[in-house]
């Protein structure tokens, strides 16, 4: 007779059981954390160390920029009394207004159209994003040269129409993003519902992209607030922004007064572009 699962009689060999392997606990599992997580360190180390010395040194007492002369705010009085570095400021700040206010105004319209009406074109999808991912240089060439052509004179509003040109790309870029993850059926309701399309793009479509049109708005101020290449082919020579008197300042040496300035600069666009993800993040969970 043969034995129920056997074969001609012969019993039923069962599978061995591999032993269980040990996972690592106590001071390996450290060690092994911190070797994986070691690259990772090391490259926060080498971007972020010039930005730490750079913030330290602005304190520095001494006027010398790389020798430390014990801690000091008197470089941030010395810049809040220098009235070319306020000049710049004020120039930087009405440039970046301007150019955040149109942009944001543009780029949305320009968004809201291309998914409407172009939503399956690529090439118009590729040229709403081009100034954003052109060299600054290259657009900047190209600006001078438009302006030339027109005969168009150089000062605070070339530079705010040359800031509006890139930051509606980012805009666009930024709004689109929002459209893709918005419900197309709340707009389908309020016409339903007898709303006309202006009252259905203020009421139902304008608040729903609200979260992403105030990243976008805080990504161009931040870009506007320190760009510094299409600005210096741009500007007029009695208008100058603040990266473009920076730059006139370190042709004669850096100064701690310089360092209080990219302190001031940094803490600005830091605290920008943290918000804007914030609401970048907020808007994509809502």
Do not use: C, K
């Not at 600006?143 to 004179?153: K, P």
């Amino acid at each position: 007779m043969r034995r129920p699962g056997g074969i001609a009689g012969r019993p039923v060999r069962r599978p061995r059981r591999l032993p269980a392997r040990r996972r690592p606990t106590g001071l390996v599992a450290g060690l092994a954390g911190l070797v994986a997580g070691l690259p990772l360190w090391l490259t926060y180390l080498f971007l972020y160390t010039p930005v730490v010395v750079l913030v330290a040194m602005s304190f520095n007492r001494s006027e010398s920029p790389y020798q430390w002369g014990g801690f000091g705010t008197g470089w941030y009085g010395t810049l809040a009394r220098d009235d070319e570095v306020l000049r710049g400021l004020a120039n930087t700040l009405i440039v970046a207004a301007g150019a955040t206010v149109l942009s944001t105004v543009l780029g949305t319209l320009l968004a809201v159209g291309l998914a409407r009406h172009a939503n399956r074109s690529r090439l118009l999808h590729a040229l709403s994003v081009m100034p954003a991912v052109l060299p600054d240089i290259v657009l900047a060439i190209g600006l001078l040269a438009f302006y030339s052509m027109v005969s168009a004179t150089l000062g605070l509003h070339s530079v705010l129409l040359a800031h509006t040109v890139f930051g509606l790309a980012f805009v666009t870029a930024v709004v689109r993003t929002r459209i893709a993850h918005g419900d197309p059926s709340l707009e389908e309701a309020s016409r339903d519902l007898g709303a006309g399309e202006v009252s259905t793009f203020l009421r139902v479509t304008l608040p729903g992209l609200a979260p992403g049109i105030v990243a976008g708005a805080l990504l161009v101020f931040t870009l506007s607030l320190d760009e510094f290449v299409i600005a210096f082919f741009t500007a007029g020579p009695q208008d100058p922004t603040l990266p473009i008197v920076v730059y006139s300042m370190i042709r004669f040496g850096v100064t701690p007064e310089i360092n209080a300035l990219a302190t001031v600069l940094l803490t600005v666009s830091f605290t920008v572009v943290i918000a804007a993800q914030r609401i970048s993040r907020l808007a994509e969970a809502s």
